[in-house]
């Protein structure tokens, strides 16, 4: 098993550029989640799906956007990257009824 | 808003001492809190979940506590390594949340030889 798999695993966009990270679980997980995580921030969620088809929005939302087309897949997109938004990005992956969350290794992006 | 305080200072300490990792909340205790281990560059990895209704559970080398009357989990690591030098967040759980977490910004640990 692979686990939680991330790609890209860097990035760097100019500002305005727009690009999709892709998630992939192969544990059937239900949960899926995209974090964001800067220094002294810690982890803070960005969007979540309970289930394929769904999404809902975490603490900090606003300038992304993510489908969940197959269950084993969640994807997160930049429409417009700014400069805010240079951070290392995480996905998770759980199942329902077990609260430990599986973390993929990270993509670092630099908006410039 | 639900916040979360960690350590922000790193903790240093020899090896073969114990260290002790605090983690305090505000407003509503949640219905579990985890641990999870960060090593640099790499994703967090699961350690320990604690229910509200325990107040303490052991793994190997690890202890956590949770008082919901101060609002605080205390992770313990018994006979300290070097190879447990990791940053170490906790993260708060409700029920009915579709497993969302909220985690504190970690404290780093540092274990000398």
């Known amino acids: 098993n692979a686990g939680v798999t991330q790609t890209p695993k860097f990035r760097v966009l100019k500002t305005g550029q727009s690009m999709t990270l892709l998630c992939a679980q192969d544990?059937?997980?239900?949960?899926m989640y995209w974090y964001r995580q800067d220094p002294g921030m810690g982890l803070r969620l960005i969007h979540y799906?309970?289930?394929?088809?769904?999404?809902a929005k975490g603490e900090v939302p606003d300038g992304y956007n993510v489908s969940r087309l197959k269950k084993q897949n969640f994807l997160l997109g930049l429409e417009s990257a700014a400069p805010s938004q240079t951070s290392v990005y995480f996905c998770?992956?759980?199942?329902?009824?077990?609260?430990?969350?599986?973390f993929g290794p990270g993509t670092r992006l630099t908006v410039l | 808003s639900q916040k979360i305080e960690q350590n922000s200072e790193a903790l240093n300490i020899q090896e073969g001492k114990t260290a002790t990792l605090t983690c305090n909340y505000t407003?509503?205790?949640?219905?579990?809190l985890q641990w999870y281990r960060q090593d640099p560059g790499r994703g967090p990895v699961f350690l320990l979940l604690i229910r509200e209704n325990e107040k303490e559970k052991r793994k190997e080398r690890l202890k956590v506590t949770f008082d919901t009357t101060l609002k605080q989990s205390l992770f313990h690591i018994t006979a300290s390594q070097p190879a447990d030098s990791a940053t170490y967040l906790c993260?708060?759980?409700?029920?009915?949340?579709?497993?969302?977490?909220?985690f504190g910004q970690g404290t780093e640990l540092s274990v000398k030889p």
């Open positions: 544990m059937n997980h239900e949960y």
């Open positions: 998770a992956s759980s199942s329902r009824g077990n609260n430990e969350q599986f």
């Open positions: 407003n509503y205790s949640p219905a579990y």
């Open positions: 799906s309970v289930g394929e088809g769904t999404t």
């Open positions: 993260a708060l759980d409700w029920h009915n949340q579709g497993g969302k977490l909220i």
